[in-house]
């Protein structure tokens, strides 16, 4: 799926378009999700952090991240939330290579994490004589952090922030950009695959705007059976999956990405779905 673009802006519109990095930049995260299951709300949740970019040479990129921080969560989840923060310090600092296109081709300093990682699991090990949930979720966790790599690249705050855009693929423009998979969320530990569009412009003030809409495929193979054991008795209806997604990205006069909002919403039928959206700033200060 590819979005038209007319000529002018494929060429002396965007001519000053070339997608840098600052030598230091910061950037508020703020992501606000929503979890319906049935007529009530299930779980509505509003989390922060700050990401430090730090850029390299030859597309490398550290990235230093900020204890989130929770303003708002179900008081039920606050024992994970806690085993999660510690869990998060093994990845506070993340050295990534990009591709051309300026997607995450791979984490490069995964030595280090799994060393973090292998001292974190030992501290955790008092939650896993706790409660067999704990030790589920830790032991999920361990799993991820042994496919670094492969993890990094599904989580949707990565593919968000390092977003594939075709006008940086090379140089030039072009205007398909790959189908794209992530994990989904109402199926845990399934993948989906989207596909995306785009339109870029000039912005008034002088930098550039692009616009992107995503859609999952309708047909994702194993949801329907998977919904039919897990889902199907409690909802009653039908599976009727729909993922979709939206995203502003503007670019100042630097061509230095300013802010992103991003909406993804996952949706099982119209009793159970799944909304989340992303909040990226630049700190200006």
């Given at each position: 799926?590819?979005?038209?673009?007319?000529?002018?802006?494929?060429?002396?519109?965007?001519?000053?378009?070339?997608?840098?990095?600052?030598?230091?930049?910061?950037?508020?995260?703020?992501?606000?999700?929503?979890?319906?299951?049935?007529?009530?709300?299930?779980?509505?949740?509003?989390?922060?952090?700050?990401?430090?970019?730090?850029?390299?040479?030859?597309?490398?990129?550290?990235?230093?991240?900020?204890?989130?921080?929770?303003?708002?969560?179900?008081?039920?989840?606050?024992?994970?939330?806690?085993?999660?923060?510690?869990?998060?310090?093994?990845?506070?600092?993340?050295?990534?290579?990009?591709?051309?296109?300026?997607?995450?081709n791979e984490v490069t300093n995964k030595d280090d994490i799994l060393n973090k990682w292998s001292k974190?699991?030992?501290?955790?090990?008092?939650?896993?004589?706790?409660?067999?949930?704990?030790?589920?979720?830790?032991?999920?966790?361990?799993?991820?952090?042994?496919?670094?790599?492969?993890?990094?690249?599904?989580?949707?705050?990565?593919?968000?922030?390092?977003?594939?855009?075709?006008?940086?693929?090379?140089?030039?423009?072009?205007?398909?950009?790959?189908?794209?998979?992530?994990?989904?969320t109402l199926f845990p530990g399934e993948k989906l695959r989207y596909s995306s569009q785009y339109n870029?412009?000039?912005?008034?003030?002088?930098?550039?705007?692009?616009?992107?809409?995503?859609?999952?495929?309708?047909?994702?193979?194993?949801?329907?059976?998977?919904?039919?054991?897990?889902?199907?008795?409690?909802?009653?209806?039908?599976?009727?999956?729909?993922?979709?997604?939206?995203?502003?990205?503007?670019?100042?006069?630097?061509?230095?990405?300013?802010?992103?909002?991003?909406?993804?919403?996952?949706?099982?039928?119209?009793?159970?779905?799944?909304?989340?959206?992303?909040?990226?700033?630049?700190?200006?200060?």
């Amino acid at each position: 799926m590819t979005a038209e673009m007319n000529s002018e802006e494929h060429n002396g519109d965007l001519s000053g378009f070339k997608y840098a990095w600052y030598k230091k930049a910061q950037y508020k995260i703020n992501i606000k999700s929503y979890l319906t299951l049935g007529n009530g709300k299930a779980n509505q949740t509003e989390i922060e952090e700050d990401w430090t970019l730090l850029p390299g040479e030859y597309n490398q990129i550290t990235i230093n991240s900020s204890t989130q921080k929770y303003i708002e969560a179900d008081a039920q989840m606050k024992p994970f939330y806690e085993i999660l923060e510690k869990i998060n310090k093994a990845t506070d600092v993340l050295e990534i290579s990009l591709h051309a296109d300026k997607s995450v081709n791979e984490v490069t300093n995964k030595d280090d994490i799994l060393n973090k990682w292998s001292k974190i699991k030992k501290d955790l090990h008092f939650y896993e004589l706790i409660k067999e949930s704990y030790e589920t979720f830790i032991q999920i966790y361990d799993k991820e952090f042994n496919g670094i790599d492969h993890n990094i690249k599904q989580n949707l705050l990565y593919q968000i922030m390092f977003y594939p855009l075709p006008a940086f693929r090379g140089g030039g423009f072009v205007d398909e950009i790959p189908e794209r998979t992530a994990l989904s969320t109402l199926f845990p530990g399934e993948k989906l695959r989207y596909s995306s569009q785009y339109n870029i412009s000039k912005d008034e003030e002088g930098g550039y705007i692009v616009k992107l809409e995503g859609k999952g495929e309708d047909n994702q193979p194993k949801f329907e059976t998977i919904y039919k054991d897990k889902y199907q008795r409690t909802l009653g209806s039908s599976l009727k999956y729909k993922y979709s997604s939206e995203g502003e990205y503007k670019y100042n006069q630097d061509s230095v990405l300013s802010e992103i909002i991003f909406h993804v919403k996952e949706e099982l039928n119209e009793k159970m779905f799944y909304v989340c959206r992303y909040h990226i700033k630049l700190n200006n200060k």
